[in-house]
């Protein structure tokens, strides 16, 4: 899937034009008014339900229950779900508000000759903006609905906004796609992930998104090119053999032409994961011309690592190769972290610095220099990001990490996680994103923060933490797997649980591996690497652990 998102999204850079309006002509005042073109909300999924319509002579409970189930028609603006609604109510109703996705099924009380209450137990939530909520633990909820006489009929007079799915249901109707923004520097395009029902609107819903900026846990962390106050002129993006046209606002005219390449980019990269845009082409108020190719390189997407799993073992350290031997680091990398006797490591992007933990505490490996900047007790394996800062949390203390420069210097990081035992602390690949394992008294919990920064890119916050699905029994560690994907793992009594958590998506417990889990962490192409009991490396890239013929004493990470 990813190779083809990569695949579309080339196409669709090399196929881009840029349009702006020329200096001299800034905003037309002659030609024609035009008019925006109406969108067309048609299933585009494969799947077009179609609802039940109210049966003459229905009871309340018999409306109600056709009402919820009319929520898979999306035709027409819900007009069948309208139809079980008074006359005074139908266009009140709001069904885009919010999605509950539902475990089992529902239950319907009466409280009053004219209310019923309808219990239920939600799995996920998706809310008006797209951004997917999963229930770590079931979520139960009774909701009001209130009915009156119309010619006879029961209709509901009131009712909460929003749509109830079933979890086939949803996976029919609604389709997952990433918006992306940018890092700070520029460098990485970071995705925030979206669900949007699967019309053939999907692009303008995308795009509106984008323009509107990231989910509020991601504000702070990343950027965007687009000014404030953009939209889509015609509040619909058009799409003409394969070229979806996405004309902006005056408010995008006054960034410079970086930024403007800034936005096509990230335009690009959203829209690519509708099957129907093959290419992209912007207008600001309808207006044209080509603007100059970018003289940079694109930012990286979903940065990938060695695929050689990265260990130390018997004192050698490297990138385990397939003939049992072990390539050791570029210059005496390798050497000074086996002399640290390492219970864990991390290593950077360009492999210049690692990060090591050991008995004694945290230190910075450059080459022959190591630089211990912690040598306190109860600390969980450091971590480094790629803007010179190596991140330690303690065991103790869920409310402070520490982010040290290369040269020690320590910066306080307040978090807004809850109390428990800090098990497992990293930044993601792109360095704007952190995760936590806790031990809690209810079990693993595993959240999911934006770093923020100052100008000079020193850490000062992290924000608010999002829970993800963990691993249940006693939480072993977690990492990312990719930009998008985390995987955390427990010991239970029957074995090994590994659960892979989308942030912003669905997560999925994957089969058990044999033998106990020591350690995880991401590896090559969304890969999942495990170091067991005995030392013995596994790897998953889909729904089976394979050997990897590897044995390790302590299995970095890459970066």
Known sequence: ?????????????????????????????GGGVRTGQSIKDESISGVDYRPDSPVPGADQTAILRGFVAAGTGAQDDYEIARAFLAKGFASQWDPRRSVTVLQGS???????????????????????????????????????????????????????DGIILTPVSFRSVFQQHALYFFDPTNTFLVPDERWFLARSSTSTRIASALLAGPSDWLRGAVVTAFPEGTQLSLNAVTIENGTAVVDLSTDALRSSNDDKQRMREQLARSLASVASVSSVSITFEGATYSASRPDGTPAKVNPDVDPR??????????????????????????????????????????????????????????????????????????????????????????????????????????????????????????????????????????????????????????????????????????????????????????????????????????????????????????SILLRMSDGSVLQSTGGRWDTTGVTADVLGTQR
């Open 106 to 160: 529902g239950t319907v009380d009466r409280v009053a000759e004219r209310e019923l209450t309808y219990t239920l137990t939600a799995s996920a939530t998706v809310d008006a903006d797209g951004e997917y909520t999963q229930a770590v633990r079931p979520t139960t909820s009774t909701l009001t609905f209130q009915f009156v006489r119309e010619d006879g009929e029961w209709r509901i007079a009131s009712a909460p």
């Open 309 to 526: 799993p990265l260990v130390d073992r018997k004192d050698q350290v490297g990138h385990a190769t397939t003939n049992g031997k072990v390539a050791t680091l570029g210059g005496d990398t390798s050497a000074t972290i086996a002399a640290l006797d390492p219970t864990s490591f991390s290593l950077s992007a360009s492999g210049s610095v690692a990060v090591v933990g050991n008995a004694s505490g945290v230190v910075v490996v450059r080459g022959r220099d190591a630089t211990r900047v912690d040598a306190t007790d109860d600390l969980v394996p450091p971590t480094i990001d790629d803007l010179g800062f190596v991140w330690v949390g303690r065991e103790g203390d869920t409310s402070r990490v520490t982010a040290y420069g290369l040269g020690g210097d320590p910066h306080q990081v307040a978090t807004k996680l809850p109390r428990g035992s800090l098990v497992a602390f990293q930044v993601s690949r792109d360095s704007t994103r952190a995760l936590a394992l806790i031990e809690t008294a209810d079990g693993p919990a595993l959240y999911v923060m934006a770093i923020v920064r100052g100008d000079d890119r020193t850490p000062t916050t992290l924000g608010p933490a999002v829970r993800v699905q963990a691993a249940s029994g006693r939480a072993v560690g977690a990492a990312w797997v990719n930009d998008s994907d985390v995987v955390s793992v427990g010991q239970t009594d029957s074995g090994t649980e590994v659960v892979r958590s989308t942030v912003g998506g669905q997560s999925t417990t994957l089969p058990e591996p044999d033998g106990s889990a020591r350690s995880v962490t991401g590896g090559s192409g969304g």
């Open 1 to 29: 899937m990813r190779a083809r998102l990569r695949t579309v999204v080339a196409t669709a850079l090399a196929a881009l034009t840029v349009v702006a309006l020329t200096a001299c002509a800034a905003i037309p005042t």
